[in-house]
């Protein structure tokens, strides 16, 4: 090559040495080249500083200082040497993979062969800072975990009661819509149910025990069922379970009725909830929701009127009942529009007078020609607002029918059964006071038995009104003492006179030598209070002599007399003075043989 050819050479080499110098040090990555004997060759500027190794130590070949300073900065420095070893074992391989930092950066590490011509002279080892871009990536990640998460929160939310955490309505339908589209032949039963009586909780003992009940009650039902199954809250204290494929689904019902026989405690109280079920299987003639859930809603109606605490399938029949009900109503408001609500009367006799002192008034329609009971009318009365015309009825019949026998003897008196629903009202004792005096019986002579209920509704208005009547004179008494929800602690805060003891709690007493804690502590607490106390459903001679030995002060029940029409009351009240006073004989001479 002639000296001008060398030279022109040799200028274009180093135009290529300047280019490719001011290429590698103008990349973002940091680069390392190894000679194939494995000793470094050059590096950039940016691989130290990426690395924080001063160019001193470069310089001066002590590689394997530049080895120990990068192997002491990764998380991991045996995988880093093995992979350079395998390397190194391959001329030809090329890598990339990803170096991880004690402090926190993140490196992509790029490596391929170093060739001149076909033969490798060594190795070039590139590294990228992703740790930026790696810290976006997570926390893309993270922001899209999260926002996941909160999807399948709200998606949850959205199919579920919040109170009790089992399904609401909206899921329960989306289920059933599912089990009714699935293979014929696959058994699809509803059991819904609504808990007896469950206003009195709220009424009574708050709003905090009412939801705690319907929590414990939620998790009773979960824990009667398979886990597959539905179990919904439908709203307030209705709820609603799906068995699909189910072998028994009366037993089902069964084990739900039965799983609410152990008492509930809410704040130390122990409450004693029941509910009551309808029962509605897929059929032939029944295989949409609607229709499903209605024949579920009349079982479970059915098994309320029958007595609550139960449950009932669906029966067609259960259809004319719900026919015969709204015939009931359209009856009842015809018999009082013309006068077919009579008045019975029954005696209450006083243990230590011996003699009667005071009379109840019943309600009784006779509907053609046969009587029908109060406990069939009188709660469609109440649903329809009828009682308040059947109350104002048996009052001012009972007030015109008695006026002879109490202004006989001023220390006799009339009771009468006022429900809720009159008190709501608002204007009962003026009512009441009209009543009186347009049939000339005294208010003193009267006495009002209202039910425990009465007293826990809202604003102070009923207690208003019994303040109101007793500032006149009429007595209150709080009847069926000891049934659903009542308690004794909170007798002492009500504007009552009298506890008239239910009648279930007298049936207790047989032989009369039976130890009955409950019904004496009722009279005792009572007697404490100031109050008098009447027992209800007097049959046998040994309840009685049993209450009079407790110094119960009034009975009533079928041992004196059963209720009867104003023409028979004269012989009923006869018979059951003669009652009252052999007894009192009676228990005398008992007395007195003992002492
Ligand atoms: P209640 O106020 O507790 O009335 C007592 C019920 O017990 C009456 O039932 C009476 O016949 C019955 N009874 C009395 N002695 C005995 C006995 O020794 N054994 C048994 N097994 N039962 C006895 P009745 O007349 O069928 O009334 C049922 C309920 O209907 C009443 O219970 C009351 O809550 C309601 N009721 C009746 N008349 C009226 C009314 O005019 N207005 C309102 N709001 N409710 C009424
Ligand atoms: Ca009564
Ligand atoms: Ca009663």
Not at 42 to 64: A, K
Not at 340 to 367: D, M
Request: proline fraction near 4%; include cysteine.
């Amino acid at each position: 090559m002639s000296t001008s050819a060398r030279t022109e050479e040799d200028a274009r080499l180093r135009e290529a040495m300047s280019l490719l110098s001011a290429t590698l040090e103008s990349t973002a990555d940091g680069i390392l080249v190894v000679s194939a004997e494995g000793r470094i060759s050059s590096v950039n500027n940016q691989f130290l500083s990426m690395w924080g190794i001063p160019r001193e130590l470069v310089d001066t070949g002590d590689d394997e200082s530049v080895m120990g300073s990068v192997l002491g900065q990764l998380t991991d420095p045996e995988q880093f040497l093995a992979k350079v070893t395998a390397l190194y074992a391959d001329p030809d391989a090329e890598s990339h993979d990803v170096l991880h930092f004690r402090d926190g950066r993140t490196f992509e590490r790029y490596s391929r062969p170093q060739k001149v011509e076909d033969r490798v002279v060594g190795r070039v080892w590139s590294f990228r800072d992703v740790t930026a871009a790696r810290r976006a990536q997570d926390q893309i990640n993270q922001a899209m975990a999260d926002l996941a998460q909160q999807a399948s929160q709200l998606k949850t939310l959205a199919f579920q009661d919040p109170l009790t955490g089992l399904s609401n309505r909206q899921l329960f339908n989306d289920r059933l819509a599912h089990a009714l589209a699935g293979p014929c032949g696959t058994a699809v039963d509803v059991l819904l149910l609504d808990l007896d009586d469950f206003k009195e909780v709220n009424d009574i003992h708050g709003h905090h025990a009412g939801d705690q009940m319907l929590i414990e009650v939620g998790r009773r039902l979960r824990a009667c069922v398979r886990p597959n199954d539905v179990v919904a809250r439908l709203g307030g204290d209705e709820f609603v379970v799906l068995l699909v494929g189910s072998l028994d689904a009366d037993a089902a019902a069964a084990r739900v009725v039965e799983s609410l026989k152990l008492p509930v405690w809410i704040d130390g109280t122990m409450l004693r909830p029941s509910l009551s079920l309808g029962l509605a299987s897929i059929s032939e003639d029944a295989v949409d929701a609607s229709e499903l859930l209605r024949r579920a809603d009349i079982a479970m109606y059915a098994a309320k009127s029958a007595g609550k605490n139960r449950y009932l399938r669906f029966r067609p029949e259960m259809m004319t009942a719900l026919l015969e009900r709204t015939d009931l109503e359209a009856g009842l408001r015809t018999a009082v529009d013309s006068g077919e609500i009579a008045v019975h009367y029954q005696p209450i006799v006083s243990a230590r007078l011996g003699t009667v002192v005071k009379v109840e008034a019943l309600a009784r329609w006779e509907r053609d020609g046969a009587l029908v009971p109060p406990h069939q009318f009188i709660p469609t009365a109440e649903r329809s607002g009828l009682i308040v015309e059947i109350g104002t009825e048996v009052l001012l019949r009972g007030c015109t029918e008695l006026e002879p026998w109490l202004s006989a003897d001023s220390s006799r008196s009339l009771a009468v059964n006022v429900s809720g629903v009159q008190l709501q009202q608002g204007n009962f004792p003026e009512l009441l006071f009209a009543t009186a005096g347009s049939c000339g019986v005294d208010p003193h002579q009267l006495v009002v038995e209202v039910t425990e209920s009465v007293f826990f509704d809202d604003d102070c208005q009923v207690q208003r009104q019994l303040v109101q009547l007793r500032s006149a004179g009429v007595r209150v008494a709080l009847d069926d003492f000891g049934t659903g929800y009542s308690s004794l602690g909170r007798l002492q805060d009500l504007p009552v006179d009298t506890l008239k003891i239910d009648q279930s709690f007298v049936g207790l007493i047989h032989g009369g030598t039976e130890p009955l804690p409950i019904l004496n502590c009722m009279i005792d607490m009572a007697h404490g209070l100031g109050l008098t106390v009447t027992a209800e459903g007097v049959e046998t001679r040994e309840q009685a002599e049993y209450l009079m030995r407790r110094g119960c002060d009034s009975l009533q029940g079928f041992l004196f007399s059963r209720p009867q029409p104003a023409p028979s009351l004269p012989a009923a009240l006869s018979a059951s003075a003669r009652t009252i006073t052999a007894l009192r004989h009676d228990t005398a001479a008992q007395t007195q043989s003992v002492l």
